[in-house]
């Protein structure tokens, strides 16, 4: 991977005291790239669909889970969250986008740029995460609301009938203070490995393209646990 290193902080709206991490990433690879980072850092599995909002109001998804024919409605497309580059994404340091989570619970994560980093200035292999707090909210537990309930119950007595229910429905080693960088690095070194290249052969490296290539992600994502 070429250019410039990102340095990049993800925090979770409407949640206090604060979980956020913060982590480096190289500026060439996608939005598509950047989900995988961001599930990854987070502590998310995948389990539900995901867009990103830029700063100018326009929305980017996987190409796989976007509803085509929404302009005959007078809605705007997504774009393909593989075609947009952090460089795009992110011009200049303070630059932030807006990453959504499971539509349901509604996870909102707003993540900013802090600084471009000299990539001759690091030895860790990217991507890498440098800082956090706190641990990732469970999946399917209500949302913003439901965490801090639980998290209420879990320091205290639960303050009402679905209190109760969360506490029965979470595993006992839940900490929601709990938070490992190395695990998290550990996760990133795991599942962010560049794809494979393909042999081409002569014939294909000399033929013109009359259409362009579809970029592809760079990070394959693999779900927790194989």
């Known amino acids: 991977m070429t250019g410039k290193v990102l340095e ?18 190289p500026s060439d690879v996608s939005l598509g790239d950047l989900h995988v980072v961001l599930q990854l850092v987070m502590g998310w599995t995948d389990s539900h ?23 005959a409605f007078g809605l705007e497309e997504d774009l393909d969250e593989d075609e947009i580059s952090l460089a795009e ?33 690091l ?3 990217l991507p890498h995460a440098v800082a956090g707090a706190r641990a990732c909210p469970l999946e399917d537990s209500g949302g ?13 007595e639960p ?27 550990k996760l990133l070194k795991r599942y962010c490995q560049p794809k494979a290249a393909k042999k081409k052969t002569a014939k294909k490296a000399t033929a013109k393209k009359k259409t362009a290539k579809k970029k592809k992600a760079q990070w394959t994502w693999a779900p927790r646990g194989s």
């Open 159 to 185: 303050e009402d009938e679905w209190a109760e229910e969360l506490l029965d429905w979470v595993d006992d080693d839940y900490d929601p203070e709990e938070f490992s960088l190395a695990e998290v690095n």
């Open 8 to 25: 990049l902080e993800v925090e979770l709206e409407w949640i206090e005291p604060r979980i956020w991490r913060r982590f480096r990433i």
């Open 123 to 125: 030895s860790e292999p």
């Open 49 to 71: 669909l995901h867009m990103f909002q830029l700063k100018d109001g326009r929305r980017a998804s996987d190409e796989g889970q976007r509803f085509s024919g929404l302009a």
């Open 144 to 156: 913003p609301g439901g965490h801090e309930t639980l998290v209420r119950a879990l320091a205290d």
């Open 89 to 121: 994404a992110f011009p200049r340091v303070r630059s932030k986008l807006l990453y959504e989570y499971d539509f349901g619970d509604g996870w909102r994560h707003v993540v900013r740029l802090v600084a471009r980093v000299n990539p001759a200035d």
